[in-house]
């Protein structure tokens, strides 16, 4: 449980032990707001690098263009060749990637990041690694870059897509464009920057991290050097950047949950109690969420104590995505409620102590800044800055990672440093004020109050910060009654975690997802009637979006386009059930099911093709060890564990595709397998998806007959593949051969771990029984 005590205030408020890690000195300390002056610091810095390199995120994209306006360098533009031109040209150098495993694996759906590509050798000197070591449901959030145990940088920004942006954030900015040309909105995030021996104690966090991970022993962390020869040695940090605040204590804070044996660390939530109940006048919150109940819970003390400080929160006006509106929406709304109530005792005069803003810009479709970072301050005594939201799973469940300062020293030093904390979190209000810094300043001090000089530096129809007021919607709160499923603060049972293979301890829970298919398709019925007889037809063209594939039927050649169509969507990672259902509709279930089996069986082929030329090596560098078990498993099974894993569609279909290719299957097995596990699904598919779109155009109770067959086919698929493998399964229990332990031990190793693609579905449905579901609706 979190320690409600107050600190000892003679020691100040960061404590090693208590709120943080270390309390380390820092030669120097800057705010980097925003992606563009982050990512260009970034750069100057890997440029430099003599020794080591250490990365560690929750995604990473090696596309990702650091400088979009052009490096007056000579080394690529794009991270990942930058990194492997680092280690070509620096002999000395290593480098140490290691991401979250799941985002990565994902990530397989837009690039190989350090995949074999033509024209450029692997270096053992550049190591990529993932790391799935943490409970099922949990993740990997930390944001950490050590350059030479020297300098490092801690925050919310990933090395990834979609990250760039200006502190002007104008809506039209033509550098703000994904690795596929494509352009995205604004968006909002920072990150901190040291230098001395906090870099080395962050140096030190990210080798735990590595070994832990499974990955062997990391370069040494090197020994202390004094003063003289540091002086040496060539500076890494970017000459055009001013440090903040030089000679200085910076506290580094973690969050990392119960596993393994091993005790968990919260020392970021008790980071935020401490600043809560610490706070005098201001309380100022950036964070993209805000939906934990421990910190609501804190702040509602202080709101309800007459003489309690100003609470200000800065957060995005709509959480991305609909499913994450319907979740993290529907428990911040609810939270914002619970605060406004805790201040409805004072009276009207209170209700100004407590208030939630967010960035508005004019011209924006939604009005309305991403805001991604993480960052709080506590009156002008404390800043922090990390990975860590204000949410339940950043408190307990993910790793994260911030840093903190606080005025410290003597007289004159503890003044240099409030001021520090005051500019760095006024230069965050004036740029979503669209003024200065100095203005914001100005303002406080002659109102008194955060949001007295907010309210005074408003301008319509200008940049500004908008007061919000998220409703709170009676039929997402009840669905949402438990944010245990949603944001969870502890590890959840992975009763219905399935293995790669559907091992023995994990086979039960088989049907149960089969019947989830039938209660799909079930609501897919529902759809169908509520798009006839309601407005819903009028909001989404079902026509248009099938106008296009359905051009195809009047082409030459039609069978050739769409086989390609088949081959070529598959090796771009597109889901093959979505491409199933579209040619049941365009085609209709006889067509449309020879068209897909035999698209299915070449992009199939060519897949296994990919992996065989790949090879097992490469394949591991991207997908981690436990690519072992499962070669193994396709080698021992051969056709039936083919047949068993593309019947339960548990994995993506051009991963196992590759990866049968780079373990020791026969291509004839492998063939076999895939026909005998694909062909029954796509026969339901098509005919399901025939008549559903027959069912919304013409409906009759034909079709609607026709589609309750195919539902009552799927049910009892679900209770034959249970009769299927019940008896394996007492036979195990009987004992007559008992499962070996150590498989066991391996089998629950090699257990996915939460497949979040990426981070806009940080905070989706997390609960067992939700976890393939909802990567499902995210693929269709």
Known sequence: MPDLVEPDADRGLLQPGRNCWRLEQADRFKLLIDAAEYFGALRSALLKAERSVFILGWDID????????????????????????LVARRPGLHIHVLNWDYAMLYALEREWLMAKKPGRERNKRLRFHTDARHPVGASHHQKVVVIDDRLAFVGGLDLTRCRWDTPEHAVDNPLRRDPDDRPYAPFHDVQAMVEGDVARALGELARRRWRQAGHGEPLQLPDRIDDASRSDRSPLWPQDLEPDLTDLKVAISRTEPDYEGRTGVFEVRQLYLDVISGARDFLFFENQYFTSNVLAEALGARLRDAAGPEVAVVSPRT???????????????????????????????????????????????????????????????????????????SMAFDTECNLSIEVQGDAPKQDEIRRAIALMRNRLLAEHLGTEPAAVAEQIAVAGSLHGAIAALRKEDERELAPMDPRLIPELDILTQDNAVFDPERPISPDEVV??????????????????????????????????????????????????????????????????A????????????????????????????????AGVALSAALGFGLGQWLGHDALRQMLGPRINNLSRRFAQRGIAAMAVIRLLPIAPFTVVNVVAGASHLGLRDYMIGTLIGMVPGIVLTVIFSHNL??????????????????????????????????????????????IDRREERQLRRDEPKADIKSEAHYQELQAPSGRHAHVEARRA
Not at 62 to 85: C, E, I, K
Not at 713 to 736: C, E, H, S, V, Y
């Open 319 to 393: 959480q991305s995505g609909w499913l994450e509106q319907a979740t993290m929406g529907a428990l911040r709304a609810r939270i914002h409620h619970r605060l406004k109530n805790a201040l409805s005792v004072h009276g009207d005069a209170a209700a100004a102590r407590y208030q939630m803003y967010c960035p508005r810009l004019p011209g924006l479709d939604d009005e309305c800044l991403n805001v991604h970072s993480k960052v709080f301050a506590m009156d002008d005594r404390l800043f922090s800055v990390g990975s860590a939201n204000m949410s339940n799973r």
């Open 62 to 85: 090696s596309r990702t263009v650091l400088v979009p306006d052009g490096a007056d360098d000579d080394f690529p533009p794009q991270l990942g060749d930058l990194l492997h031109a």
């Open 566 to 597: 088949f081959v070529a969507a598959g090796m771009l990672m597109v889901p093959i059930t979505v491409l199933i259902a579209v040619a049941g509709v365009v085609f209709g279930p006889i067509y449309g099911g020879l068209y897909a089996t």
């Open 693 to 738: 779109a027959e069912a919304i155009r013409h409906p009759s109770p034909q079709t609607v007959l026709v589609l309750a067959l195919v539902t009552g086919a799927l049910m009892l698929m679900a209770f034959g593949l249970q009769k299927l493998l019940k008896p394996r399964d007492k036979k195990n229990r009987k004992g007559d051969q008992p």
């Open 499 to 564: 293995d790669a293979y559907v091992p023995r301890s994990a086979r039960k829970p088989v049907p149960r997802r089969m019947i989830g298919l039938g209660l799909l398709a079930l609501a897919l019925v529902a759809f169908a009637l509520a798009w006839r007889f309601t407005p819903l037809r009028d909001w989404i063209n079902l026509s248009s979006l099938i106008a296009l594939a359905r051009s195809v039927d009047k082409m030459p050649f039609t069978p050739v386009i769409v086989i390609a």
